[in-house]
């Protein structure tokens, strides 16, 4: 494998293990057999950085190393060049990782990505922006401004920082009266939370069993107190969010959703960024190359 490696010097892990993290991953994709070049950039540099590598003729993918946005941003611009993206997953979520089958251990992270396959998956796009795994209106996107604001004030705890944000959040919900329109119809909602994701997600576990389905769903959670959130929050991490009834799901292949305001903050895997109203949703169809992982082999029964 070509490639060349890009670390957010951001990313969660990075802050927390020190710039050393970076010589370590170059080390360890040299023991398995790739050497790569490697380069630590910041947030602000990161686009500049895949733009370049996607231009180059002499690489075949390129490997981010960060969290979601970080990812987003490189499916983004990696999109239809025929590069393929590697996911380092060094952020506190990590949905795109899991998705692929990529190791959260760095070690077996780098180890999956040296000797991983190329595939094709879908992305998400909204009003022309791209992303790879989740939309969010109302309380995810003010979740993820506090998960922000909570990052700069405690950069070397991501749990802790996660945890700040939570109680930040849910001390302010947002009431949203939204139309949201797809192929089978026009529905109107008064809700508090509302997820379009890319492909669909299993029930008991926050993964895709697919990213080649050409679909969107959306999620609702209707009301506009707290209670009802809280307890979807409850149903996701129980695994029974899809059989309490307590979110609204619906498919569809395109989604347009009009709004009070004439523009919307949104998070976009994770990062905030502002729509103006109707915010129009579309599949990109096997618009990313993505270096997956091998199967791994079961473990041997003792």
Known sequence: MRAVAIVNAEASAVLEAGPSLAEDIARR????????????AGPGEIGNAVRRAAARHDIDAVIVGGGDGS?????????????????????????LARDLDVPLDMTDAVDALAHARVAQVDLGELNGRTFHSIAGLGFPARMARERQRARRAIPFARWL??????????????????VIETGTGRVARRCSALLVTNNIYRETEWTRRRMSDGLLEVHIVSGWAWPPLA?????????????????????????????RRPRVAV????????????????????????????????????
């Open 29 to 40: 994709f040299l023991d398995q057999g790739t050497a790569l070049e490697l380069l630590l």
């Open 161 to 178: 920082a996660f945890l700040l944000a939570l109680i930040r959040a849910l001390a302010r919900i947002d009431r949203m009266s939204l």
């Open 231 to 259: 307890w979807a929050g409850f149903d996701v991490v129980l695994g029974r969010w899809r059989q309490s009834g307590r979110i609204e799901s619906i498919l569809a292949r395109e989604v347009v959703i009009s709004t």
């Open 267 to 302: 998070s976009i895997d994770g990062e905030v960024v502002y729509e103006r109203s109707p915010l129009v949703f579309r599949v990109r169809r096997g618009a990313l190359k993505v270096l997956e992982p091998l199967p791994r082999a079961p473990a041997s029964e003792a």
């Open 71 to 95: 990812q987003s941003l490189a499916a983004s611009l990696l999109a239809g060049t025929g590069k393929a993206l590697g996911v380092l997953p060094l952020g506190t979520v990590n949905l």
